[in-house]
Each structure stands twice: as C-alpha cells, then as structure tokens.
C-alpha cells in the first residue's frame, strides 16, 4: 500500500538559496514540494466543491416537495367522486358567463407568449467535418525520430527523450504531421508556413460542412475560429470570411490563446451569438498550427508537445432555426466551463516562452496533471447536478454530507473487499455512466486518459473513441473531441436520445463540458476520416 502512495507523489526541490541570518548565515537553503499527480477522487472530495453544484438542487427543492402532495390531494379528491359526481361538478354546479371565458383565455394565451418568447431558443448541431489530411503527412513513429535527426535540429539525448515519449504516448503510426517541421536549417514557425496550413485544414474541412448540410457560405450569420498559437492579421476568420465571399455583416470573431479546450469555448460562444443576434445559422472551426507547437531546443518541459500534438481541424454548423430540428443531428443541452487562472502554477501549468538560447516552444509543467484533476474535480461537480439522475445526486450528497459531519470515521483509507471494490466507508462517486451514453474525452495523451478512467469509474469502451482518435490521428488539439464523435458516429452507436459528454482541457487552466442530445438516430456517414479503417478499431489499439 505504501508503494502505491509512493507511486502517486512527485517530488520538486523549490526556493533555493541562502540563510541570510542566524546561526546558519551563509549556508545554502532549499524546500522539497511533494505533490499528488492527480487528486484521487475518492478521498479527496470536500464538501465546498459541491456547494456550487448542488445550489441548483435546493433551489428547486420546493418543487420537489409540493408538487408530489398537491398530486397526491388531487388525486385523493378526485378519486373519491364518480365520473357522474366529477361531470355534475364540473358542469352543472359552475356557473360560466362569456366574459369570465374570454378573460380566461386572454390570460391564458398572454402566460404562454410570455413563457414561449422568454424561453431561449434551443441550439442545434446540423452537422460537423472533421479534417483528414493527405497520405503524404502520415508519419510513424520511426519515421519521426528519422526525420528529427536529419533536420539537424536536435541533439541524441533530445531525440531519445523524444522517442520515449512517443513509445507511451498512444499514438498510433499514420498521424499527420506538416513536413516544413522536419525541414534542416529552416524555421518552420514563418507566417507563410502557418497560413498554409491552417488554409488546407479549414478550407477542407468547410467544404465538406457546406456540401453535407447544402448551405451557401453567405447563409452563415455567425463564424467562430479557435486556433491558440497561429494568430496572424487578417485573422484566420477574415481569411475564411474572404475565402468564401461571405456577407458583409457577418459577426466573426477570432479566439487565439485559449489551448485545446477551445473548442467548447468557441461553441458557447457561438451560442450566445445566435440568442443574442437572432442570426440562423453559426460555423464553429477548431484548428491548431502544428509548425507553430514545434519546438527545436533541447529543454524537456519544451519537446513534450513535439510528441503528441498532430495536425487536424473540426467544422461545426450550429443553428437557432427552430426548422431545422428535422434535420439536426444534435441539441445543446449545457455549456460548464471552469477556469483555475487565479492560481498561479494552473495558470503557467502550460506556458509558451522561450529557452535559454531563445528558442519559443510551448512548456509542458510537471503540475499539469494534479491542476488538471483540480479544474475536473470542479467541473464535473457543477455538471453533475444538472445531469445526473436525482438518485445519483442524493447518494453523492448523502456520503459528502456524512464525511463532513464524521470525519474522524473516514480519515483512512477503507480496504478493499473482496470483490474487488472499497468498503461502505468510502465516499460515493457518481457513477457518470447512469446520465451519459457516450463519452468524448480529450485525446491528450495515454496517461490522461487512464487517469480519467480511474478516477471516473469509467470502463474501456466507454474511452473507447478517446484511445481510438489518440491512436489514429493524435493528439489534435481543440478539435480531438469531434474526431472521437465522428468516430461513435462511424461505428453507428448514437442513436436517437442519446447524451454525448465532450470534456476538454486547455492552458490556463481551464477544463470545459459540452453536452449534447441525438435528436435522431445518427445514420453512418457517407463522408467521414474513418470511414477506411473505423472497422480495424478497438483491435488496432493493441495491436
């Protein structure tokens, strides 16, 4: 058991320097920092982290307890009477006059216009494409390593650290990768570069939205791009905008910065644009510039991002247009969004700057998991009540409840039983699997998504387009979570009814849910990028 707690700590040598007073001036000083890789949820869930949740709860706790007794009473009432005793009541007993009618209805119609034109209108997803590049920017992982060492750019310790890294990381051989990166003595980081390769994935993939769902660029009221590290002027929506002759008063915006969970940032947004504006029809685009991630120095916290991020692009039309429910594929139902900026080792948990030979590249923190499961911990504690099954709810707030109250009972560990699982001490998680049919969790990297798995208590086929979009394009940014719905889609799972949860990190910190519900059966698409090889999948994995 010891070496199992030892397993889940890091240790970090901090504030160094010297005593400046004392018995020991002179001497050197520092601090050993121990930290828990990942918060283990089931015991380290404080009751301060539902608070947020559960107000949503109790608020709607009188509900709860009225309307059940005025049922009951009601129905006591009318079940006592016989149809003849109810109708002569209803009939015969009242008295009616037309003005009273008139009034009635008057008042009637007034309460549900004010009710239907309060209510916002619900957001559909039409459709979505995702992007898959040309055969000649596959890469495997030898032929990665044989790449980096001829451009030169990369000493064998570096490209060693590098190999390791792809060993475990859970990718796949045919990931796409823009060759300028591998180009010797060049910096591949130039605007030209960017921009052509930020025009390949978002051109691509915006064909394919605009000929699936049959709508004209100029239809779009509202265009939404997300792309972190590749920020040109004009901005990659005005090259979109300009691209497809798109109309004058389009509202655009530009999200740069935002990392990889961008991509349900910029579906909020988008949200709150067509309730806003009343425009019809809103495209979203996820992307990320890959020759814009690559980092050419020899500095570890640099090179991880080498490893993982591949190219890959996501076009999303959205639409406000309460007409086009007969043909969407998906409603929006909720947008969670947690930001853990205000701390200062979540906030430089993913940092771009620059090396001691001045070379930018994006810094990956030892901190990024335990921040990660800190802004997970929060989210999932704010969506759960708006998700989960009441039942599930009164359990997880019951075991809370009784830790906060008894905590001397549950200050260690339960052992395990027998079966495999811990005994009744151990706080209740949520078992997420009762509110979701489908899982989309970003496709970081192997070990992120074990973690995931664990401290969820989720099973292998529930992760099971995570590993698969890991495997098969890597680690795509904002855009990994619709290659993973486009995955369930491809596999024919979602049917009608259906709850799709896509969770998303990003620097920051932030960790965002979006969740959707199939508003039809989701046919196999004719058009997907895993259409040549979703039947090789789970098998391909582990293979």
């Known amino acids: 058991m010891a070496r199992e707690e030892q397993a889940l700590l890091s240790t970090e040598i901090v504030n160094r320097g010297v005593e400046a007073s004392g018995p020991d001036a002179g001497s050197p000083t520092f601090s050993v920092r121990v930290r828990r890789r990942l918060p283990d949820f089931l015991q380290s869930v404080n009751l ?3 608070k947020l949740g559960y107000h949503y709860l109790l608020s709607h706790g009188v509900y709860l307890a009225t309307i059940p007794v005025i049922v009951l009473v009601c129905g006591a009432e009318v079940g006592s009477l016989s149809r003849d005793e109810l109708w002569r009541k209803v009939w015969d007993e009242a008295t009616y006059d037309l003005a009273t009618v008139l009034a009635f209805l ?25 992007y898959k590049p040309a055969d000649e920017l596959k890469v495997s992982k030898a032929e990665f390593i044989d790449l980096a060492r001829k451009s030169g750019k ?13 060993a475990k990381s859970g990718i796949g051989d045919e990931s796409y990768m823009p060759r300028c990166v591998f180009q010797p003595d060049a910096n591949c980081a130039t605007m030209k570069e960017g921009r052509a390769e930020a025009s390949a994935a978002m051109f691509a993939a915006l064909d394919e939205l605009f000929e699936k769902c049959h709508v004209r660029p100029k239809d779009v009221g509202v265009l939404v791009v997300n792309c972190s590290l590749f920020n040109p002027t004009p901005s990659l929506s005005a090259m979109i905008v300009n691209h ?12 740069g910065g935002m990392g990889c969970s961008a991509g349900v940032i910029s579906i909020d947004l988008a949200r709150d644009m067509l309730q806003a504006s009343g425009a019809g029809l809103a495209v979203v685009v996820s992307t990320e510039a890959v020759s814009f991630t690559w980092y050419a120095g020899k500095r570890r916290s640099m090179l991880i991002p080498n490893a993982f991020f591949r190219a890959g692009c996501a076009a999303v039309l ?33 940092y771009q700057e620059e090396d001691e030979q001045r070379i930018k ?4 923190s030892r901190d990024l998991v335990e921040v990660g499961g800190h802004a997970l911990k929060t989210n999932i504690t704010t969506l759960g009540p708006l998700v989960l099954p009441f039942s599930e709810q009164l359990l997880f707030f019951a075991g809370v ?129 895993w259409l040549d090889c979703v039947d090789q999948y789970p098998a391909r994995m582990d293979a």
């Open 244 to 255: 497809y002759k798109m109309r004058g008063n389009i509202l655009s915006y530009n999200l």
């Open 106 to 130: 008057a008042v009637l119609a007034f309460t549900i216009s004010v009710y239907i034109m309060s209510r916002p209108r619900p957001i559909y997803l039409i459709d979505f494409a995702t």
């Open 48 to 50: 301060k982290y539902v």
């Open 154 to 166: 990369f000493d064998e310790e570096s490209l060693a650290f590098q190999a390791r890294l792809l």
């Open 361 to 364: 590249g994006l810094s990956i």
């Open 401 to 529: 409840l009784f830790r906060h109250l008894y905590p001397s009972k549950t200050s260690t560990p339960p052992p395990p039983t027998a079966e495999g699982g811990t005994s009744a001490a151990a706080p209740y998680i949520p078992d997420f699997k009762r509110a979701f049919e489908h899982f989309c969790m970003h496709a970081a990297s192997r070990d992120v998504l074990e973690h995931l798995q664990s401290n969820l208590g989720l099973r292998d086929t529930d992760l099971e387009a995570s590993r698969a979009a890991l495997h098969r394009f890597g680690n795509t940014s904002s855009s990994s979570i619709w290659y993973e719905l486009a995955y369930l889609e491809a596999k024919g799972r979602v049917r009608r009814g259906d709850r799709v949860w896509q969770l998303a990190f990003g620097s920051g910190f932030k960790c965002n849910s979006a969740v959707w519900r199939a508003v039809r059966r989701v046919r196999r698409p004719s058009r997907s990028p």
């Open 318 to 350: 959205l639409s406000n247009r309460r007409r086009d429910f007969r043909r969407a594929k998906y409603q929006l139902e909720h947008v969670v969004r947690t930001h853990k900026g205000a701390d200062d080792r979540s906030f430089r948990s993913v």
